[in-house]
């Protein structure tokens, strides 16, 4: 006779199984995403653009947006005031909000600014790895686990046959 004891432990092979590729592929995306580096961007050119339009930025972007911002110059070194335009961190963006003898529309400016650049070796390696992990759950599992149900199955048929003498 098969014992509900003995199902136990391959149940819980299954389970850990399972739970040890979710934390693999949980731990390697964690890593990835901490694995930016804040990146400083010092005196970018751009042209300014005319009242209240925007000019993207050539890092500033949703999925490395800006850190922070410092200032934005003029080529001859003068500094533009604050009021004077507007940031859009996540989109990158700098809206003229007034001209000035500073800046104004058409003259060229330089931005400095640092942003988290996510675009490293490290998360490339990682999400290589995940890509190559989460196809064991779709393509790989069914084919595991109806291997190992068989296996339980021939065992216990083979153990109930094994008694009788």
Do not use: Q
């Not at 199984?17 to 995403?33: C, H, P, Q, R, W």
């Not at 909000?97 to 942003?115: D, E, H, P, R, V």
């Amino acid at each position: 006779m098969v014992e509900t004891k003995e199902l136990i432990g391959y149940i819980l092979l299954f389970v850990l199984s399972g739970m040890m590729i979710g934390i693999g592929v949980l731990t390697f995306d964690k890593f990835a995403d901490a694995s930016a580096e804040e990146t400083k961007i010092i005196n970018e050119s751009f042209t300014y653009p005319g009242l209240n339009a925007s000019v993207t930025l050539a890092h500033g972007n949703s999925t490395s947006p800006i850190l922070t911002f410092y200032a934005i110059v003029n080529s001859t070194g003068n500094v533009l005031p604050a009021t004077n335009y507007s940031i859009t961190e996540d989109a990158g963006n700098i809206t003229a909000l007034s001209n000035t003898t500073t800046c104004k529309t058409g003259m060229t400016c330089k931005a400095t600014y640092s942003y988290d650049e996510f675009a490293t070796e490290t998360r490339s390696v990682m999400n290589n790895n995940i890509s190559s992990i989460t196809p064991i759950a779709s393509d790989w599992m069914g084919l595991i686990v109806t291997v190992l149900i068989l296996a339980i199955i021939i065992t216990m048929v083979v153990r109930s046959f094994g008694k009788v003498r």
